[in-house]
C-alpha cells in the first residue's frame, strides 16, 4: 500500500521524533506530532491523518479521552495506542473508546510498523498475548444486556439486520474468531484484498467504523460459534 498518513502522539520528545522518523524512513507520512491530547484533536481536525500513534499516558487528559476527542472530529480515523503499559485494563479501555490495535514501546521496529500498516488497512493489532484478552473481553459484554458498543453506541434492537451476502457473512464469521485477514484469505482462497474489499462493505451496510466493533456485532449474533 502506499505511505500511510501518521500523526505521532506522544508527550516525550526523543521517543515522538524517534518513532516519526522510522515513519517517514519507511515511506508514510508524518502529518503532524504533539505532546498533549487536546491539542492532538485539535491539529487531527486540519492534518485527517489515517492513522493516529498515541501514547495512553499524556500529561494534560488521558489517551482514551483522546480516542474519543479524535473519533468525533475523524470518525473514520485509526488509533493505535502505543504505551509503556501492558496491564490489562488499560487495553480494554482503550479499545473500548475505540482503538483499532494496541502495541507495547518495547516491541520491534519492524513490529511496530508493521502494526502501522495492518491498522491502516482497519486490522485489529494486538502485543502477543492480548489478542485473546481482547476477544474474551468482548465475548463478556455481548452477554451482557446492557452491553454498549465501543464508543457509546448500542446495536442492540436498533430494528432489522441489514442484509449481507452469504460471502460478507462467511468473512464476518471468520473475524468472529479472530482471524487475520491473510488467515481469512487462505481459508476462503481469496486475495487480501478481497477480503479487505468485503469487510469494508460490511462495516458500510453495519455503520461500524472498525474490525474490533465488527467482532463485537458478530459475537452478539453468536456468528462466532
Do not use: C
Request: avoid cysteine; hydrophobic fraction near 40%.
Amino acid at each position: 500500500m502506499t505511505g500511510v498518513r501518521v500523526m505521532v502522539v506522544d508527550d516525550h520528545p526523543m521517543w515522538r521524533e524517534g518513532v516519526a522518523r522510522d515513519l517517514t524512513e519507511a515511506g508514510h507520512v508524518v502529518v503532524a506530532t504533539t505532546g498533549e491530547g487536546r491539542q492532538a484533536v485539535r491539529v487531527a481536525a486540519a492534518a485527517r491523518p489515517d492513522v493516529v500513534v498515541l501514547d495512553l499516558q499524556l500529561p494534560d487528559v488521558s489517551g482514551v479521552e483522546v480516542i474519543h476527542g479524535l473519533r468525533a472530529v475523524l470518525p473514520q480515523v485509526r488509533v493505535l495506542m502505543l504505551s509503556a503499559s501492558g496491564e490489562q485494563q488499560s487495553v480494554l479501555d482503550a479499545v473500548k473508546a475505540g482503538a483499532t490495535g494496541y502495541l507495547v514501546k518495547s516491541a520491534a521496529p519492524a513490529e511496530f510498523l508493521e502494526a502501522v500498516r495492518r491498522t491502516a488497512a482497519g486490522e485489529p493489532v494486538f502485543t502477543p498475548g492480548l489478542a485473546g484478552l481482547v476477544l474474551g473481553e468482548y465475548r463478556r459484554l455481548a452477554a451482557d444486556p446492557g452491553g454498549a458498543e465501543p464508543g457509546g453506541r448500542d446495536v442492540r434492537g436498533a430494528g432489522p439486520a441489514p442484509q449481507l451476502t452469504d460471502r460478507e457473512t462467511e468473512v464476518l464469521r471468520l473475524v468472529a474468531k479472530g482471524m487475520s485477514y491473510k488467515q481469512i484469505a487462505e481459508r476462503l482462497g481469496l486475495s487480501h484484498r478481497t477480503v479487505q474489499n468485503h469487510v469494508q462493505n460490511t462495516l458500510g451496510k453495519l455503520q461500524l467504523h472498525n474490525r474490533v466493533e465488527l467482532t463485537r456485532y458478530a459475537i452478539e449474533r453468536g456468528l462466532d460459534d
